[in-house]
């Protein structure tokens, strides 16, 4: 993505978006910004944003850490570092202990049946075919906002949340906000009938323009010469997945655009390019940060992810995609000046989870890495209990990060519920990939451990009594726990490269600039918000407010 890129595809779009009518504001004098606009990087690792320092854009990632505020050691508390739980984190302040979202899906314990964190099949999809298990509201998610807050204080207020995914947009939306998310069948952009019954006039003619279809047969190619690239891992590793070498043309093999290339672009730079374009029509369609009542804009831009488990964070394909989004940050920050002026808003971006190097590359190190089967673990721990208490199929399935068990049969056979419980962690502890387990009877009782037992206060913040397993699991460190042979690399651990994520923040009204080494939680980002404008933490929040340092 080069200045051809730019003047091929994102001027125009861009110029027809700022002709709908923003000029740009004076700045007032205001106790709180008009707009705040709030970033989540899907999968990014803090490492990658201060390892890449030197080749970022001038105005991209490093107006944060240039002229803002950002955290040198900002991590999450949980355990289970997932793409749910992570964005529904983020504006709640609370851990899925309280917010519900344990997983991106997980079991139903009375059923078994399997639940998506975001799905609800009273609604569907605007305009487009909605499965099952598709994410249509925020039902699962047990807590507010920021954003629920907020329009509560003032029904005025405007709550946006746009993604690559569902989840991404959903959670952060909250109860009162609005979501919209990438359709992977036809380009576009679509909310659900839990939101509204049709769209907007501005949703509307930004689909009508196919603005998806202008990346068709574009090319991914690295940003810079090979040299520049001597951090990462090249091209082609056998363990990546297909298509795991730069330049990679989009639609390559197909006469006209459809469902595969829509899908491969969200998996490209050219997948946040179009979810920013959408956030600029937000901006122009819905008039954020435009009066005297505050907006929140949340983007969780979801490529990223989707590159880190098909490569690997150490991959150069990652490496490049950074540079693209930083470049494409630039250019979207930049639009914010203009379109709501400089000193009107305030900008935080963070990511929902780090990412752990692929177990291949792990093991090139030196490191005891590999791929635990969760199938053949479920069926180590059946054929034990079986043996012990002589039922079969007493584990019911995997559910989040644990081992779900029928309570059901376990009461009907009067078994003991703890004797199976410490059977089957008895039996994960066996696994070469597992590196701790927790039972339900330890996890409703807080003695029953010491509190510095590892990884017991990660898990407690993971662990929901209503939804979660019997036995939570922890993953060893660079092992990978995987039905089928899926990603080079995921995250969903306790470790430092999945937990540990930037916190960044710009907005010279209200924010003092510097780097910030005190260790911070993600959970304190909702209250810090919330004392920025003026309203109360969410209700189940139980964050500290960032020690940022307000201007003087």
Known sequence: ????????????????????????????????????????????????????????????????????????????????????????????????HR??????????????EPVYCTGDTAYTYIGHKTKPLDGTSPKNLMVETVGDVLKRADVRAKVIAISGKDRGAILPAGKTGVAYMYMDATG????????????????????????????????????LPDSAYAKSLPDGQPWYAPGGKLPKVLGESDAKPGPAFYAALIRSPYGDALTLDFARAAIAG???????????????????????????PESRLSHDHLLHLDRLLEAFFQDLDRMVGKDRYLLVLTADHGFMPAPEYAKLLGRDAGRQNIPQA????????????????????WSASGVLLD?????????????????????????????????????????????????LAQVRNTWNRE???????????????????????????????????????????????????????????????????????????EGKPLPIAPVR
Not at 12 to 24: D, R
Not at 419 to 446: H, I, S
Request: net charge neutral.
């Open 378 to 397: 479920l069926a180590d721990v059946n054929a034990a209990l079986t043996q012990k208490f002589g039922e079969p199929k007493l584990a019911r399935g």
């Open 286 to 312: 819905e008039s954020l940060g435009q009066d005297e009542v505050p907006d929140i804009l949340s983007v969780s831009l979801s490529t990223h992810d989707y590159i880190n488990h098909g490569y690997g």
């Open 1 to 96: 993505m080069n200045h051809t890129f730019f003047k091929r595809y994102a001027f125009p779009f861009l110029a027809a978006l700022l002709l709908v009518g923003c000029t740009t504001p004076q700045a007032p004098k205001q106790d709180k910004p008009r707009l705040i606009v709030f970033m989540a990087v899907d999968g990014l690792p803090q490492s990658q944003v201060v390892g890449y320092r030197d080749q970022l854009a001038p105005d991209g990632l490093r107006r944060f850490l240039d002229r803002g505020a950002w955290f040198a050691d900002a991590r999450y508390g949980h355990a289970f570092t997932v793409t749910g739980a992570g964005h529904a984190t983020m504006l709640t302040g609370a851990y899925p």
């Open 407 to 455: 309570d059901g049969v376990i009461a009907q056979k009067k078994l003991d519920q703890r004797a199976v419980e410490e059977e089957a962690r008895r039996v994960l502890l066996t696994e070469p990939g597992v590196a701790a387990a927790f039972t339900r009877t330890e996890l409703e009782n807080p003695a029953s451990l010491p509190a510095d037992t590892p990884f």
């Open 188 to 223: 576009q952009f679509a909310s659900s009938t839990f939101y509204m019954n049709e769209h907007p006039a501005w949703v509307t003619a930004f689909n009508a323009a196919k603005p998806a279809d202008r990346y068709f047969k574009a090319s991914w190619s690295p940003l």
């Open 467 to 541: 939804r979660s397993a019997d036995v939570q699991v922890v993953v060893k460190q660079y092992w990978l726990f995987e039905s089928r042979r899926t990603f080079a690399a995921t995250h969903g651990s306790p470790y430092a490269p999945d937990y540990t994520v930037p916190i960044l923040f710009y907005g010279p009204r209200w924010v003092a600039p510097g780097r910030i080494d005190q260790a911070v939680e993600v959970v304190g980002i909702a209250p810090t918000l919330a004392s920025i404008l003026a309203i109360p933490a969410p209700s189940a929040s």
């Open 99 to 112: 917010t519900g979202i344990i997983g991106n899906d997980w079991r139903d314990r009375a059923s078994g």
